[in-house]
């Protein structure tokens, strides 16, 4: 197997690992999301105040190959085509791994570089915990992930 492969077997086992299908969340009422701090938002958001739209949330790390060449790059088309009223994508930065480099001054800057204008969360850590708290609530196994959310504030799709 390619060593980056291999690499991204083992970084999806560790996440599988503490997130045991128990604890999956169901599709039903949104967990509220954990955030440390926001960006490209004048006021932090929240899903009591978004509710009424469909929200689209792009879970990512800035130093994911997968998030960087690929979802990031659909959701910003999504969110350029989408743009309007009763719909909102939402970036939530969960990292799971090398702490150290991805803060919030790094990804600040990686998001002007990328062209990211839609609001992003960055995920809060609790405790010596390595997840982080929005992740370990909607039971996310790694990123990059989507959750679409419904007007009425129901995760109806949960994807890795």
Same mark, same amino acid.
Not at 11 to 17: C, D, F, H, N, T
Not at 42 to 69: T, Y
């Given at each position: 197997?390619?060593?980056?492969?291999?690499?991204?077997? /083992?970084? $999806?086992?560790?996440?599988?690992?503490?997130?045991?299908? +128990?604890?999956?969340?169901?599709?039903?009422?949104?967990?509220?999301?954990?955030?440390?701090?926001?960006?490209?938002?004048?006021?932090?958001?929240?899903?009591?105040?978004?509710?009424?739209?469909?929200?689209?949330?792009? +879970?990512?790390?800035?130093?994911?190959?997968?998030?960087?060449?690929?979802?990031?790059?659909? #959701?910003?088309? $999504?969110?350029?085509?989408?743009?309007?009223?009763?719909?909102?994508?939402?970036?939530?930065?969960?990292?799971?791994?090398?702490?150290? +480099?991805?803060?919030?001054? +790094?990804?600040?800057?990686?998001?002007?570089? @990328?062209?990211?204008?839609?609001?992003?969360?960055?995920?809060?850590?609790?405790?010596?915990?390595?997840?982080?708290? #929005?992740?370990?609530? @909607?039971?996310?196994?790694?990123?990059?992930? #989507? /959750?679409?959310?419904?007007?009425?504030?129901?995760?109806? /799709?949960?994807?890795?």
């Amino acid at each position: 197997m390619p060593r980056a492969a291999e690499v991204a077997r /083992l970084r $999806v086992q560790r996440v599988a690992s503490v997130n045991t299908p +128990a604890a999956l969340p169901l599709l039903g009422a949104a967990p509220p999301w954990q955030v440390e701090r926001w960006l490209n938002t004048p006021q932090p958001l929240s899903l009591a105040a978004l509710r009424g739209r469909v929200l689209l949330v792009h +879970a990512f790390q800035m130093l994911c190959p997968g998030c960087v060449l690929h979802a990031l790059p659909q #959701t910003q088309r $999504v969110a350029a085509a989408l743009a309007r009223e009763d719909f909102a994508v939402i970036g939530l930065h969960s990292v799971f791994e090398h702490h150290a +480099a991805m803060r919030p001054e +790094a990804l600040q800057v990686f998001l002007h570089e @990328y062209g990211v204008d839609f609001p992003v969360a960055i995920d809060a850590h609790l405790d010596d915990d390595p997840l982080p708290a #929005t992740m370990r609530a @909607y039971g996310l196994r790694g990123t990059p992930s #989507t /959750l679409l959310i419904d007007r009425s504030g129901r995760l109806r /799709l949960h994807h890795f």
